[in-house]
């Protein structure tokens, strides 16, 4: 967007001004940018988010043909939550007793984890009775496959992790199982970030 790229060069900027003054480089080639993203068209997102009938085609669809992601699904769907804040869950995050997830890191697509997107994002988040079963039957399955291996159980380990324990990388689950799951389920394409707006549709539609 206008304001993605008016921020990446000021950071740039900012960066190139730095070599200028350490004598690294005779002049800042970034200087006068900004008069290309000045004129660009703010590009305006596009919402379209999933029926209840269609969610639960959703899941129901992921649970029969990739169950090892339906937890992941289910917990985009019920919450709200970003994609980037959902691969950096840890099970430590979680509070079954009092129904609620605490979103602390966020990973992008880059992988590299931060803070979330803002001090606002960093909050608690409600989980329904479903998705907080489900996550009560990975951690108990979680705990007997420790205990069966002879290892400590880790609850700082991520809660939607790979086949290789570490986070789910942003492209391979949308290549590997988001559109091939929408496609089976016979929904339009969509994007992970319109569950989202799914969630926040039927919060502004209760009474």
Same mark, same amino acid.
């Given at each position: ?10 950071? =740039?900027?900012?960066? #190139? ?8 480089? @005779?002049?800042? /080639?970034?200087?006068?940018l900004?008069?290309?993203?000045? $004129? ?18 959703? !899941? !129901? ?5 990739? $169950? ?19 691969f950096?869950?840890? =099970? ?14 966020n990973? @992008? @697509?880059?992988?590299?984890? !931060? ?11 409600? #989980? $329904?009775?479903?998705?907080?079963? !489900? ?16 290892? /400590?159980f ?12 570490? /986070?789910?990388?942003? $492209?391979?689950?949308l ?7 929408? +496609?089976?389920a ?5 994007? @992970?970030? +319109? ?13």
């Amino acid at each position: 967007s206008k304001d993605s790229v008016r921020l990446m060069v000021g950071a =740039l900027r900012t960066m #190139m001004e730095e070599a200028v003054h350490e004598g690294l480089i @005779p002049a800042n /080639p970034v200087t006068g940018l900004g008069k290309f993203y000045r $004129s660009a068209k703010r590009i305006k997102e596009k919402i379209d988010p999933f029926t209840i009938e269609e969610l639960h085609a959703l !899941e !129901e669809k992921c649970r029969e043909k990739f $169950s090892e992601y339906y937890p992941f699904i289910l917990c985009l769907a019920r919450t709200g939550m970003r994609i980037g804040e959902a691969f950096a869950l840890q =099970l430590w995050d979680t509070d079954l007793g009092r129904g609620c997830i605490l979103i602390r890191r966020n990973i @992008p @697509p880059h992988r590299h984890v !931060e803070t979330p997107k803002t001090a606002a994002s960093e909050r608690k988040v409600d #989980m $329904s009775a479903e998705l907080a079963g !489900e996550l009560k039957r990975v951690l108990v399955e979680r705990k007997k496959a420790a205990f069966a291996a002879g290892k /400590p159980f880790d609850m700082e380990q991520w809660a939607f992790p790979n086949d290789k324990g570490t /986070p789910i990388f942003h $492209s391979d689950f949308l290549r590997r199982i988001w559109y091939k799951l929408q +496609d089976q389920a016979k929904l339009r394409r969509r994007t @992970p970030y +319109d569950l989202r707006h799914s969630w926040a549709t039927r919060i502004r539609r209760r009474p």
